[in-house]
């Protein structure tokens, strides 16, 4: 995702944001990895949420070794869960 900073909102041409932690869920072939405190930054107009292209990365590559058993979910309840840190 292009990076939206010190540009306006896309949807509502709204100039600011706010950074915040929001649930995001990556998914890709019926599978999911659920991450409660993704950081993103979220238009105060419109509330449309921006995800960060470095956290995106790394959900991706989390999500991939966690499916190809290389790497443990940190929790799991009805779905893996990974914390953000
Ligand atoms: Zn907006």
Redesign the pocket.
């Known amino acids: 995702m292009k990076d939206h900073e010190n540009q ?7 100039e600011r944001f706010e950074e915040r932690r929001v649930r995001y869920i990556y998914n890709r072939d019926e599978n999911n990895l659920f991450v409660p405190d993704m950081p993103a930054d979220v ?6 949420v921006y995800y960060h292209g470095p956290a995106l990365l790394k959900v991706e590559q989390r999500f991939k070794a966690i499916y190809q058993n290389k790497e443990k979910p940190d929790r799991y309840t009805t779905l893996p869960v990974m914390d953000y840190v």
């Open positions: 306006n909102c896309y949807y509502c041409g709204g238009c105060l107009n419109c509330g449309m």
